[in-house]
């Protein structure tokens, strides 16, 4: 077989691979036709499932390190979580990682939702729903509560909080030294996002508050099924679950599990956020630094 007819094959293989990330737009007869899959791509998309985690014996664990960090969706790498922040003009196949998780504690997909980071008070839907929206009577709907009349619908102001309300994610996991494997590795153990809170949002420096916790090896499944953007190549998007595993985002490391009851940098580095930064690197790169450290004799 001749080089160029190999390559030429390869590269057939690859393009019918990444076609699922816009299916069927250079076939398709009519807008409505766009995004309809085959029975085979069908078939595959209903058997596929994220890749799951390789079970890890606590006896190979040579060493580990807790870690929080935030995700700052200032950042333009972190944008692919970020948006879409309106949804009215775009594809339903294209959504915020806000409204993916949402949806799935909506569905009843995502069932492990906590109050903290280290999942201790389990919430559900309606525990969390005075964090994600704010109820309020105006004066004239008051006057007719008062009045024991019936309140008018356009007399209650409801705020929700959307995609384009949350301004960064903190997520936990860990860093462990697999002595089987020789190697170091990280696991997603949880992630929040993070919004100003709902009762004071429209003052001009609210409070950032963490929503609600996901414990993320329940979510994975949620995320595996929505795509993330990719703007390399918008042929070939990615899903959440591969972004989030794969690390595809810069954070910040704000805690790490320590003796004095796993204190925050901010708690010891006051006003000085250049300072948090550095400290942030500093405990980075000992991370870093241990599995170099294992190939010095």
Same mark, same amino acid.
């Given at each position: ?28 007869? #009519? ?32 060493? #580990? ?7 700052d969706l200032d ?8 948006? %879409? ?53 105006? /004066?004239?709907?008051?006057?007719? *509560? ?23 994610? !903190? ?21 929040? %996002? ?23 090896? /329940? ?20 899903t959440f679950d !591969? ?10 490391? *704000? ?24 400290e942030s690197e ?16």
């Open positions: 077989m001749k080089w160029n007819q190999f390559l030429t094959g390869v590269f057939g293989f690859l393009l019918t691979i990444s076609s699922y990330g816009q299916s069927n737009v250079l076939n398709a007869k #009519s807008p409505e036709d766009i995004g309809k899959l085959s029975d085979a791509e069908l078939k595959v998309k209903k058997e596929s499932k994220p890749l799951a985690y390789g079970y890890v014996d606590e006896r190979d664990i040579l060493w #580990s390190k807790n870690t929080w960090e935030i995700v950042e333009r790498v972190n944008f692919p979580m970020y948006y %879409p922040i309106d949804t009215n003009n775009i594809g339903s196949n294209r959504r915020s990682l806000y409204d993916v998780l949402m949806n799935g504690i909506k569905s009843g997909k995502i069932k492990n939702i906590y109050a903290d980071s280290y999942f201790n008070g389990k919430r559900t839907l309606n525990d969390i729903s005075a964090a994600i929206s704010k109820v309020d009577t105006t /004066d004239l709907g008051i006057e007719q *509560y008062n009045a024991g009349e019936e309140i008018d619908q356009q007399f209650i102001d409801r705020r929700d909080l959307t995609s384009a309300d949350i301004a960064e994610y !903190h997520i936990r996991g860990m860093w462990y030294f697999d002595k089987r494997q020789a190697e170091l590795k990280y696991r997603l153990l949880g992630i929040a %996002p993070v919004a100003p809170d709902v009762n004071f949002i429209d003052d001009e420096n609210p409070d950032m508050v963490e929503l609600f916790w996901v414990w993320f090896p /329940d979510a994975r499944e949620v995320l595996y099924e929505a795509e993330a953007f990719n703007g390399g190549n918008t042929s070939q998007s990615i !591969h972004l989030l595993n794969s690390r595809r985002f810069n954070a910040v490391i *704000y805690k790490e599990d320590n003796v004095q009851g796993d204190r925050e940098v901010n708690d010891y580095i006051n006003e000085n956020a250049f300072m948090q930064l550095l500093r405990i980075k790169e000992r991370i870093r630094n241990f599995e170099q450290d294992m190939w010095n004799y």
